[in-house]
Structure formats: C-alpha cells, structure tokens
C-alpha cells in the first residue's frame, strides 16, 4: 500500500518570500503523483500532476513541482508567494494505471503574512 | 461545465439517526470515489466505483456505511446509525479512467456535524 509523508504541518511565510514543501511517498512500483489546494472554506483544486516524462512539472499560479525517483519525492516550489497563496497543501499518490483512490498526505497549512 | 455536485452542503442530525449524502459526478467520467476529511486523519478514501461497480471498500469503516452507484450519474453515501464521530467533512470525486493519470475532480464537499 502507498503512504504519503509531508514534512511540514505549519509554514508561515512573509509576501515574495520562495516556497518548498516537502512530500515524499511509499510505493515500489509505478505511481503518478498530485499537488492539490484546498483555499479556506473551498474544495480541493488540483495544482499539478506527474505522471510521466519530464520530472519537472508546472502547474497552475506559478507552482512547479520536481519528481525525484530515487528520493521518491515530489516537492513543491514557487519562486514568490503571494498573499492569495495562503491555503492547505496536499500532496497525494496512486499506483501508475491511474484508476485507483489517491493516498493523501495530511497536508501543509501554509500562511502568508502581508 | 458543471463540476462535481454534492448535497447537502451542510447537514447537522442527531446520534442514532440516517444519514445521506449525495454525489453526482461530472458529465461522461467512468470513476468516482467518496473521501472522508477529518483533523485527526486527515483525507481518507471511503471507497470508489469504476463504471458503477465498487472496486474497493477497504476504506469504508464500519458496516454502518455503505454506498451506492446505480447509475453513471448518481451515487450515495449512508450513514447509519450515524455517531457524533462520523463528523468530517464528505467528499467526492470524479475522473475518467483513460485519462492520464486519471485526475480526479472534487466536489465542495459535505460538512456533516453529529451531536
């Protein structure tokens, strides 16, 4: 079974400031790989996916993320946050066909101060 | 495009009473999958459906939930008895299968509140 580990629980940042979030998983096969957002009070949205090809994947609002196999992780990056970044971050797995449930992490509550 | 629906959004009830929730995946998508998210454990899967047959139900917790798919467009999940610790927040989520990496697309949740 996959396990997802996220490092941070809390990350408080200040405007403009590079963000990193650290995620990495447990699995020994295939696996395609999510960063979701969750805004207060919103539904979760996806940021962006790895599924295959470049490791080095870029989503939406300026996220990228960076597939490393042989750390099995998959962090998340910005260059700059913005105050419109503060949110729940979740990473999360699921075997390489694709079809199954995502395994969660417990997320990262990321605030960005003004 | 309509995305995924869920109802109700909120529903507050009583220990011992029936609960139901409702999802009704976006238009054409072959999967769906009921989540559960609380502050303890966080998002869990419940169970999901391919193509209206439940794959898994490993993540169901007791025989007190169970779900359905009748058809592609509706699905249901009950509660019940219901217990002030079935109180999370009720997600569900579609995707289609071919899809690459079958991105699933949540709905806005149900926030279910037992006393």
């Known amino acids: 079974a996959q396990s997802v580990s996220q490092h941070n629980h809390h990350v408080i940042l200040s405007e403009a400031a590079s963000l990193e979030l650290g995620c990495n998983y447990s699995?020994?096969?295939?696996?395609?790989l999510f960063w979701y957002v969750q805004y207060p009070g919103q539904h979760l949205q996806l940021l962006l996916k790895?599924?295959?090809?470049?490791?080095l994947v870029k989503g939406i609002k300026g996220f990228e993320a960076e597939f490393i196999k042989s750390k099995f992780s998959f962090n998340l990056r910005k260059p700059s946050v913005q105050w419109s970044d503060t949110a729940e971050y979740f990473c999360a797995v699921n075997a390489g066909g694709g079809a199954d449930g995502l395994t969660f992490g417990k997320g990262t509550h990321l605030i960005i101060q003004p | 495009d309509a995305g995924v629906i869920q109802s109700p959004r909120h529903e507050v009830t009583e220990m011992g009473q029936e609960v139901t929730l409702r999802c009704k995946p976006i238009s054409g998508h072959n999967s769906l999958f009921w989540y559960r998210q609380t502050m303890m454990r966080g998002l869990e899967l419940l169970i999901y459906?391919?193509?209206?047959?439940?794959?898994?139900d490993s993540g169901m917790p007791e025989d007190r939930f169970s779900a359905k798919m009748p058809n592609a467009s509706f699905s249901t999940l009950k509660i019940q008895p219901s217990e002030p610790r079935d109180s999370a927040v009720y997600f569900c989520a579609s995707s289609l299968e071919r899809s690459p990496a079958g991105t699933q697309y949540f709905g806005p949740g149900t926030r279910l509140l037992v006393l």
């Open positions: 790895y599924f295959s090809g470049d490791p």
């Open positions: 459906f391919n193509n209206n047959v439940p794959i898994d």
């Open positions: 699995y020994g096969g295939t696996v395609n």
